[in-house]
């Protein structure tokens, strides 16, 4: 008896496909070069998608060969497509893009192949390897230039280059060398991505965002673990001082610099210097530094969020209280404390803040706070330039934190009986129709933002900030009463905060 063989993607010989001219009269896109899965789509719905993206310019080829660029495939399991891909015998077949029928439907409405994203992609397992051996061309493919498409975790397993990153980045940032800087921060990012531990170069050859200075120094650091550059920073003067004087809160790197240049060296010859005038923010900085230069646990961190939704509930507004920065992302400990605080009473979000500073006055437990009146003004909008602080009316607070408010207590070094603690809390207060974005911005991480912010601008054409998201080509703004809208609006996969520790 004969058993009938199935072949789950090509079944026989493929037909010649009538499309008026076969050649490449008319061809727009020389670089890319499609071919399209017959499985599930069909030979007559295939022979008309052939069709639409020659008739607009695009390359289709009736057989898979080394040549192909993207291979876009619909309704198929991805387990099934890759096996049937790494049986024809490609020499390059893991540099594929193998895309979901959704990124062909882009680019035909656009009219050119447009950038691949997250959700564009049919991602198939990756073999399990050794831990250290280099992961496979198909995985680092896939991994995109920009944080916001990138799922990044707490769990960082290649500490020993990013930690050795972040201090050459904030030696150039000390230094006012924003390029620098940012390949640095950038590098540190992707690695932190990852989710194997990097133990060879060659792991690392087709990643985005590393330079051959970032190389050069993960090179030094698996052959004689340690970066002498990094080492030569850790014992430099200037560095090592402007690192101290920037941990003071409301001290900035322009005025740690210029004590520096005065040939101060430490936080006694500050305080010894009649000539320095400290600001309020600057003294409380320095009166308060032994608790707020001490890491903030996640639960005085929660009990900061009982005290300050408490002061919320006396006064009669329909207030929205929500935790942000690094607690959000799920980070352990934290340099200070974010919060998000609005109405939905549009209008009255500044008023709010004087409402909860004085709760706070009558507790007795607000040791310090800078008010910030709000200079939002949609007219002024969009911006075309980035600023590191949004307009929204905020507060930069000193709380002091009893530890009988905390579940297992302060975090209190040995010898400390004083059964308190100084915490830095800011509140910023968005108008509600603005929430979703400043929620988005406040957030974080850092780099996550940068980055959306930059696909935003490059990939999509678009404005965004803490404000709102304006769409150029179409001159309007996007609304949004979730992050989940935002990320809708980019074209992006939604991305937990989480997953946002880039």
Known sequence: MLH??????????PRSVDTGVHGRDGVKFQDVKLYLVERKMGHSRRSFLTQLARSKGFIVEDVLSDEITHVVSEDCQA??????????????GDTL??????????????????????????????PT????????????????????????????????FTDAFEVLAESYEFSELKGPCLAFRRAASMLKSLPWTVKHLDALQDLPCLGEHTKAVIEEILQCGRSSEVEKLLSDEHYQTLKLFTSVFGVGPKTADKWYRRGLRSFSGVLGEP????????????LHYGDISRAVSKEEARALETIIDEAVRVIPTNAVLALTGGFRRGKEFGH????????????????????????????????????QAST????????????????????FLILRLEGSRVNGGLQSPDGDTRGWRAVRVDLVSPPMDRYAFALLGWTGSRQFERDLRRYARIERKMLLDNHALYDKPRKEFLAAQTEKDIFAHLGLEYIEPWHRNA
């Open 79 to 92: 387990s099934v497509l890759w096996a049937w891909l790494k049986g024809c015998g490609l020499k390059d």
């Open 336 to 371: 200070d404390v974010d919060f998000i605080l609005t109405t939905t009473e549009i209008g009255k979000e500044e008023n709010l803040l004087f409402s909860v500073i004085d709760q706070l006055k009558k507790q007795g437990i607000l040791l310090y706070y800078d008010h």
């Open 275 to 286: 000539s320095i005038h400290l600001s309020r923010m600057q003294q409380s900085g320095f």
């Open 376 to 395: 939002f003004d949609i007219s002024k909008l969009p911006s075309h330039k980035f600023e590191a602080m949004d307009h929204f009316a905020k507060c």
């Open 4 to 13: 009938a063989r199935t072949v789950p993607f090509v079944k026989k010989r």
């Open 97 to 126: 893009q193998v895309l979901d029928i959704s990124w062909f439907t882009d680019s035909m409405k656009a009219g050119r192949p447009v950038a691949v994203e997250t959700r564009h992609l049919i991602k198939h397992a990756l």
């Open 129 to 160: 390897s050794p831990e250290g051996s280099a992961p496979t061309s198909a995985y680092i493919a896939t991994v995109s230039q920009y944080a916001c498409q990138r799922r990044t975790t707490i769990q960082n397993h290649n500490k020993i």
